[in-house]
């Protein structure tokens, strides 16, 4: 058994370490957001059970060293601000915590994102996610 959150995840919207999962505290806003290390840089996610693939903002995926010149934006995509167009990316490495997943398919949003979003597509590969109404729990 896993011992319980250190008492940095109980301050709201952080991300801690337990044992070899990640626990993510609810905000005040009432969403989770993690802080997570994308190719070894920092990067602030909202997690989104409803996004089917990591969603990165230009501004993202430019501080995790993607070359936003190279990319083709030609992915049409649904977001709550309405259609845009993304760019297929694979990020290779996504770590939260002790939680590690490398070679993770993502999209870089033209347009309309104003955070990044951990979708599916990290949160999918996982052996578990835990949801209490304070806390998500990543299980690797």
């Known amino acids: 058994p896993d011992a319980d959150p250190p008492q940095a995840a109980l301050n709201a919207g952080t991300t801690a370490t337990t044992g070899s999962a990640a626990a993510v505290r609810k905000s005040e806003d ?17 997690v989104d059970t409803g996004a089917s693939t990591v969603a990165l903002t230009p501004v993202d995926a430019a501080r995790v060293g993607l070359d936003l010149g190279a990319l083709s934006y030609t ?7 309405g259609q845009t167009f993304a760019a297929a990316v694979k990020l290779e490495r996504v770590s939260i915590g002790n939680v590690q997943l490398d070679k993770v398919d993502a999209m ?4 309309g994102l104003s955070t990044s979003l951990l979708g599916m597509s990290f949160l999918g590969r996982l052996s578990r996610v835990e949801a209490t109404p304070e806390t998500l729990i990543l299980r690797p």
């Open 30 to 46: 009432g969403h989770f957001w993690a802080e997570a290390s994308v190719n070894g840089r920092a990067v602030r996610f909202m």
């Open 75 to 81: 992915v049409p995509v649904n977001t709550a601000n």
């Open 108 to 111: 870089v949003l033209q347009t």
